[in-house]
């Protein structure tokens, strides 16, 4: 197994380039299911968030495998090819390991330490199983990823260190408008961020929260799970009524164009203006209207749900992933450094002993194909012995048998005992390597298992009754058929 990642993130990429490459609709899977089919890979997941655009592979060949991965990368995002290079994030072997588990462990998120990136691994993995691309390889690296963020939040407060990108978004809003507690929210989208974003903002203390969707039967649930905070729907086609009405928007739909449009944010601001009382108030003389407050926006998409344009609108507040990112980049947290600093050194522990484990594994393959083709050998030889001499007694042959296993397990002791002991160590593929060079060897040919090719061989059936039972002689035509069962067996 050699391990391939390649994608863009918020890392390598810039905001716009991936609001561009975000992939809609049923893209992930033709994707993913693409990537599978590639003639370098075995096994395929693909990881996509608002932020990032990965796929993980097992090749047979890194080279060949990235250049039939950024040609399906760029065919289904859209990007030109070398505009993709340009950007284009690649990991491969220990690195590629490195990179995953330090993901699951929230440490390339743009907020450190989140949580939400588990989820995404967790539905990453399901998409894969789904769609029979993850293989038995992609699908224990992800299994053990999960399990090394879990391990990672549980030994080190890294997740009291980080928050949710939707904690996080509202607290650079509320450095913009002030406390979110006893404003007004709307919620347009009702996935898993979205739902999120409810949760948030009803915890919050918000004094009216509002949720639109599409599908109207999903915004029914997610307002029936916060009806005890009085959450409430509204229609999908109403949302540019109901941004006049809200103070805090969140925003994180599936779409593919603007959701928010610059000409409904600024006909939003103006309806504020006119509603005295509750934006603004009249002052003492009466009639005249102080500014009303502002509206903050809250775009947790990928491509963003709200028009650019509409940074430049006075009384608007648009907070997208790009200012998220920058603020990440700007926060300080000495406490958080070393939370990170121990997280660090689990995630080095846990690709060692992965990394080790897979060497030893391959290389145990190896030699279980040594042992096999060594068995097939004796089997033989027995064979062509049995046919020349017949007249042999079953307890000479039976002794021929043991003495010519016991031999062969012999001479292949030490050097597999050896080989295994350095599998272990850095490079210790290439033991493996070398062992099927030198013997013409293909692991993969290879079904017996490690526990059967490791027990001591043994008399072919025939041979142990003839013996056990002290019989001179035997049919010669049993025994082969006898010693062709038992290479079946094995």
């Known amino acids: 197994m050699s391990v391939l990642m390649l994608g863009l993130s918020h890392r390598t990429a810039p905001v716009i380039l991936l609001?561009?490459?975000a992939l809609t609709?049923?893209?992930?899977?033709r994707l993913l299911r693409a990537a599978a089919a590639a003639a370098q890979v075995n096994a395929a997941a693909l990881v996509a968030t608002c932020n990032r655009i990965e796929l993980y592979a097992d090749v047979d060949n890194v080279s060949a495998g990235v250049a039939e991965l950024s040609e399906l990368l760029a065919r289904y995002t859209g990007l030109d090819p070398e505009e993709l290079r340009r950007y284009l994030g690649i990991r491969h072997g220990d690195r590629a390991v490195r990179h995953l588990f330090s993901l699951a462990c929230g440490l390339e998120s743009i907020v450190v330490g989140e949580t939400q990136i588990l989820g995404q691994l967790r539905n990453a993995l399901s998409l894969a199983q789904d769609q029979h691309t993850a293989g038995r390889h992609i699908g224990e690296l992800f299994q053990q990823a999960l399990r090394v963020g879990k391990r990672a939040h549980s030994e080190t407060h890294i997740a009291r260190a980080g928050k949710s990108l939707v904690a996080f978004g509202l607290e650079?809003?509320?450095?913009?408008?002030g406390p979110i507690a006893g404003k007004r929210g709307l919620v347009v989208g009702a996935g898993s961020m979205s739902s999120l974003a409810a949760a948030t903002l009803a915890r919050a203390g918000v004094s009216d929260l509002v949720i639109a969707n599409r599908t109207p039967e999903r915004a029914e649930r997610l307002a029936a799970t916060l009806a005890e905070y009085g959450a409430r729907t509204v229609r999908y086609e109403d949302v540019a009524t109901a941004l006049a009405e809200a103070d805090v928007v969140?925003?994180?739909?599936?779409?593919?164009?603007?959701?928010l449009s610059a000409t409904d944010l600024a006909g939003a601001v103006a309806g504020r203006s006119g509603v005295a009382g509750r934006n603004g108030t009249s002052d003492s003389r009466g009639g005249r209207l102080t500014a009303p407050a502002p509206l903050a926006v809250l775009d947790l998409a990928m491509p963003g749900d709200a028009d650019a344009a509409a940074r430049e609108l006075e009384g608007v507040h648009l907070v997208g992933l790009d200012t998220l990112a920058e603020a990440a980049r700007n926060v300080e947290?000495?406490?958080?450094?070393?939370?990170?600093?121990a997280v660090r050194g689990i995630v080095a522990e846990e690709v060692d002993s992965f990394t080790a484990g897979r060497r030893a594994a391959a290389v145990t393959q190896s030699v279980v194909a040594l042992r096999a083709t060594a068995s097939e050998m004796v089997e033989s030889e027995l064979e062509r012995l049995c046919g020349r001499l017949p007249e042999l007694d079953a307890t000479t042959r039976a002794e021929l048998t043991q003495s010519m296993n016991r031999l062969v397990r012999k001479v292949l002791h030490a050097p597999t005992t050896r080989v295994k002991k350095l599998a272990g160590e850095p490079g210790g593929e290439s033991y493996a390597e070398a062992l099927c060079e030198l013997f013409g060897l293909d692991p993969a040919a290879v079904r017996t298992s490690p526990a059967v090719a490791d027990r001591p061989q043994t008399a072919p059936p025939a041979v142990r009754v003839a013996r056990d039972q002290g019989r001179e002689a035997?049919?010669?035509?049993?025994?082969?058929?006898?010693?062709?069962?038992?290479?079946?067996l094995a």
Do not use: W
């Open 333 to 341: 947290d000495v406490a958080g450094a070393l939370d990170v600093a």
């Open 25 to 29: 609709g049923d893209a992930p899977k």
């Open 250 to 259: 969140i925003s994180c739909t599936g779409s593919a164009g603007i959701v």
């Open 474 to 488: 035997f049919e010669p035509g049993l025994v082969m058929r006898s010693m062709r069962g038992s290479a079946s």
């Open 19 to 21: 609001e561009r490459a």
């Open 172 to 177: 650079q809003v509320e450095k913009r408008v």
